[in-house]
């Protein structure tokens, strides 16, 4: 993490500065949020990751202002699932991201995840670089939630 920026656990006090970040980035692709189903989980990140065993953080910069997010969803045994994976753009370019998900990798292991999936669109070509860089590999699940167009899995 770059000087002066932290990483901390997240609770439902950030609930409101998360959604800012998540529905600006959207919004910054042309994405659209979803606040009743995929991205529910923004009102109550306790009860959707820490509490079921998982683990919701975030990226806050020097001035105190949350700027970054990553959350880690249990999906089953051994599994789970790479959410809500934002940086803001002004933040971009400094390794913050690669810092982020490095970190949900080791904090998967050490929560004992044996696999962790995600699914983005191919309009976050940054992000979907970076997964690939980091390993993941394309998969077809069941369904994807309405905004994505692609799935990676990883085995840890």
């Known amino acids: 993490?770059?000087?002066g920026y932290t990483l901390r656990p997240?609770?439902?006090?950030?609930?409101?500065a998360v959604r800012a970040v998540v529905l600006s980035v959207l919004a910054e692709y042309g994405l659209q949020a979803d606040l009743?189903?995929?991205?529910?989980?923004?009102?109550?990140?306790?009860?959707?990751y820490a509490q079921r065993g998982g683990c919701f953080e975030v990226v806050v910069d020097p001035n105190g202002k949350i700027i970054a997010s990553v959350g880690l969803q249990p999906q089953g045994e051994g599994l789970c699932e790479l959410r809500k994976m934002y940086l803001l753009?002004?933040?971009?370019?400094r390794g913050i991201g690669r810092t982020l998900l490095?970190?949900?990798?080791?904090?998967?292991?050490?929560?004992g995840f044996r696999e962790i999936h995600l699914e983005t669109a191919s309009?976050?070509?940054?992000?979907?670089?970076m997964y690939e860089r980091a390993g993941f590999q394309p998969y077809q699940p069941e369904h994807c939630s309405a905004r994505c167009d692609l799935a990676y899995r990883l085995m840890l």
């Open 1 to 3: 993490m770059p000087p």
């Open 10 to 16: 997240a609770t439902n006090a950030d609930c409101e």
């Open 36 to 48: 009743s189903t995929t991205d529910a989980d923004l009102f109550d990140l306790e009860g959707h």
């Open 89 to 93: 753009p002004q933040h971009r370019g």
């Open 102 to 111: 490095d970190h949900a990798l080791q904090r998967a292991r050490e929560l």
């Open 123 to 129: 309009v976050l070509k940054e992000a979907t670089a």
